[in-house]
């Protein structure tokens, strides 16, 4: 038996995995390499700034750039917290710069192309691998090794061309999250089987809740049910080779994932577009639903319900693939190659890997799983230690959609065509056509 595997192919880390069948995951260095990169209005552009404050390297200013709502909520004070903990250590200073994490993400070319943060946090996958091969970030070569994270991170924090471009600071699995409260009121049991999970979700209609909540307006949140389904019925295999552009997005596989996510959508809240994933956490919250297929960010949501917070994994539903594949996406940080204090950059990129610095984020309401292996799980929630149990089980982890493969496909062609399905659930031929011609358009072949 051979441990858990990320979409890079490397085991999990031992702290995290157990030893689980293991199926193959090629890195496909050439999925990226030529991928243009997407113009975006210049909103980010006045971020940051190559003024270093007249020094550099330890004790100098940085600038940190982070994706969160700016200046408020459970993020970005976990993010606050180790800024201010490397500023102490290393008796310099760091300027936090925070921009709600859709408009980060959509401008992030712009961002980097213009003058950008010193450091900024960002994702493992294909999404670091683009900016690696297009020059926007600089190797963190000399950063690594890093005590405490192992061959797995490393090597899910390397790029095509060998180097480290990334340090992980933590990750955290996608699954159905629902009140402990609503459910023992109401007599529900999480679901095993699609028969358990179609039960559920009609007493739960009987009920008068609403079985999912959904939400989609920021484009991203669909992609999360997409993968689940893909995986749970066409295997691992096929969906990180869709990813990479090796199968058809018009293919009777992936007209069978539409399919299914068509019967289920009468289940869900209506009018997804029209609403952000906090709000649809509320509806959570209030128990106007019953369950939401979502990160464990969730608890970011509805932070004052942690306790009462509880989930289970998407059921199988082709008992030939099983229920041990999950996305448990990777975050951590990168230095902007256009920032104006390099070294003072690679310096605190020194400090995010360690487990100090995640200790100096967990403060028991984090969402994610600290990717060092010394930090401190004493002060683990309940939330926590199910994650890193749930995530060591996987036989395969994906890391998202919009990470797994190439970031111009992800976000002018599949967002929009997931957003055209959830309008028109009937249209499964015409959106899969569409699919398929741009992905040929885009990847070629």
Same mark, same amino acid.
């Given at each position: 038996m051979s441990p858990a595997r990320s979409p890079f192919g490397q085991p999990l880390p031992p702290s995290v995995a157990v030893t689980a069948a293991a199926s193959r995951r090629r890195f496909l260095q050439g999925a990226l390499l030529g991928a243009g990169l997407l113009g975006a209005p210049s909103l980010l552009t006045a971020c940051g700034g190559s003024d270093s404050g007249g020094s550099s390297g330890a004790g100098s200013t940085v600038k940190f750039g982070i994706n969160e709502a700016k200046g408020s909520g459970p993020a970005y004070d976990r993010l606050k917290s180790v800024a201010d903990a490397y500023a102490q250590k290393s008796g310099g200073k760091v300027d936090l710069n925070a921009v709600d994490h859709n408009t980060f993400q959509e401008n992030i070319n712009t961002y980097l192309q213009g003058s950008p943060d010193d450091v900024f946090t960002w994702f493992a996958g294909f999404r670091m691998n683009q900016f690696a091969e297009s020059?926007? %970030?600089?190797?963190?070569?000399?950063?690594?090794?890093?005590?405490?994270?192992?061959?797995?991170?490393?090597? @899910?924090s390397t790029a095509s061309d060998g180097k480290q471009y990334f340090v992980p600071v933590g990750y955290y699995p996608w699954a159905v999250f629902y009140l402990k409260s609503t459910f023992e009121k109401k007599g529900y049991e999480p679901p095993t089987t699609l028969d358990d999970l179609t039960t559920l979700m009609k007493k739960m209609q009987k009920d008068d809740v609403t079985p999912f909540a959904f939400a989609d307006k920021d484009g991203w949140p669909a992609m999360g049910t997409f993968d689940i389904l893909n995986m749970r019925i066409n295997g691992y295999d096929f969906h990180m080779d869709l990813m990479a552009g090796e199968k058809d997005w018009d293919s009777a596989e992936v007209k069978q994932v539409f399919d299914a996510w068509k019967g289920l959508l009468p289940y869900h809240q209506e009018d997804p577009l029209g609403r952000t994933w906090q709000e649809a956490a509320t509806s959570l919250?209030?128990?106007?639903?019953?369950?939401?297929?979502?990160?464990?960010?969730?608890?970011?949501?509805?932070?004052?319900?942690?306790?009462?917070?509880?989930?289970?994994?998407?059921?199988?539903?082709?008992?030939? %693939?099983? @229920?041990? &594949? *999950?996305? =448990?996406?990777?975050?951590?940080?990168? +230095?902007?190659?256009?920032?104006? $204090?390099? =070294?003072? =950059?690679?310096?605190?990129?020194?400090?995010?890997?360690?487990?100090?610095? &995640?200790?100096?984020? $967990?403060?028991?309401?984090?969402?994610? %799983? &600290?990717?060092?292996?010394?930090?401190?799980?004493?002060?683990?929630?309940? *939330?926590?230690?199910?994650? &890193?149990? +749930? +995530?060591?089980? =996987?036989?395969? %982890?994906?890391?998202?959609?919009?990470?797994?493969?190439?970031?111009?496909?992800?976000s002018t062609v599949v967002i929009p065509s997931l957003q055209q399905f959830l309008k028109d659930p009937s249209d499964i031929d015409g959106v899969t056509k569409s699919l398929q011609q741009q992905k040929v358009s885009i990847f070629g072949g």
């Open positions: 020059g926007l %970030i600089s190797d963190v070569n000399d950063v690594w090794p890093i005590d405490g994270l192992g061959d797995s991170f490393k090597q @899910a919250g209030k128990g106007e639903c019953g369950m939401y297929l979502l990160g464990t960010f969730v608890v970011d949501g509805i932070p004052d319900q942690e306790d009462d917070l509880d989930f289970f994994t998407f059921p199988e539903l082709d008992a030939s %693939i099983g @229920a041990t &594949a *999950l996305d =448990a996406p990777i975050d951590g940080f990168c +230095v902007a190659k256009g920032g104006g $204090n390099q =070294a003072g =950059a690679k310096d605190m990129m020194k400090y995010l890997g360690t487990a100090a610095a &995640a200790d100096a984020a $967990n403060k028991g309401n984090t969402p994610l %799983i &600290a990717a060092n292996s010394g930090a401190d799980t004493s002060v683990y929630s309940a *939330l926590q230690k199910k994650s &890193a149990e +749930v +995530v060591g089980q =996987a036989t395969d %982890i994906a890391q998202f959609l919009d990470r797994d493969t190439r970031s111009d496909f992800a």
